[in-house]
């Protein structure tokens, strides 16, 4: 079994941004610029955006981080987005979700300009990927091809199965296999919550991508000898002994299953960090094209 280290991985695509971030300001011009709206006060949202911020100071981008209330109403907010689509100070912009309830959160990604739309969220990126033209592929599914990609994985005429069908993970993430490229050329199947023999279908695949959100739900059981497993799932679960008060687990039983691969991801230094530095490749992307 060989890790796939999205750790170290990301780290070297950070450095490709910040040295093309340093031919950038040696020609005098402006550095990217990511602007990142917060409303609220959650937790793990405070912290991915935290992140954010401090990835693109790493690399030399320019950030602005905008909180906004709790209670704002949901035109506050598009107005907001308003204004930073026509701020040509900024190259991109992500608003973080989970938004409040009253928030509907498909307006707002309607709202956003498409050519600022570094999440890939919006329907014309959407499009654009699945006709296979240029694009922002949200950060997530964009993530996990670079990983395969920087680890020359075989996905072609493999059985992919991705595990998860939710707009900004699991179906980008299969449109991608399916493509004509490389990585991709794999036949994929979307498994979901209605899926039939789930545990059967997952052995079958040569490539398990799981993005449910279900802590340790793949189990030694459902994957073939020699798989490569790709773990999503992050999620939060109370531990009194780490000094955060918690611990992230993923949607895999990774102890257990880990001798069944051939290559396989850990929760915190797997997809987390590609995403990450996805998106900054997504920035960078947006600065070029100004
Ligand atoms: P989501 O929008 O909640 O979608 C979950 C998907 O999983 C849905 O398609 C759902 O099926 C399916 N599902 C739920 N329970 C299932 C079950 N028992 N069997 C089969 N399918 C099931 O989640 P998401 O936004 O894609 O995120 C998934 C996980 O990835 C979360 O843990 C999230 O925190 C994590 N995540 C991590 C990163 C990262 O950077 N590492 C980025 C994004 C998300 P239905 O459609 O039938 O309801």
Known sequence: MQLLDGKSCSQQIRQEIAQRVAEIKATGSRVPHLAAVLVGNDGASETYVAFKVKDCQEVGFDSTLIRMDENISEQELLDKIGELNADDSIDGFIVQLPLPAHIDENK??????????????????????????????????????????????????????VLGRSNIVGTPMAILMSRKSNPGNATVTIAHSRTKNLAALCR?????????GKTEFVTADMVKDGAVVIDVGQTRVRDSSKKSGFRMVGDVDFDKVKDKCSYITYVTGGVG??????LLQNTLKAHSRL
Do not use: W
């Open 273 to 278: 960090p590609m995403t990450r530095a996805s």
């Open 108 to 161: 707002v990604i309607l709202a956003i300009d498409p050519k600022k739309d570094v999440d890939g969220f919006c329907p014309e990126n959407v499009g654009n990927l699945i006709l296979g033209l240029p694009t922002y592929v949200s950060a997530t599914p964009n993530g996990i091809m670079e990983l395969l990609r920087r680890y020359q994985i075989e996905t072609e005429g493999k059985h992919c199965v």
């Open 204 to 212: 079958s695949a040569d490539i398990l991508i799981v993005a449910i």
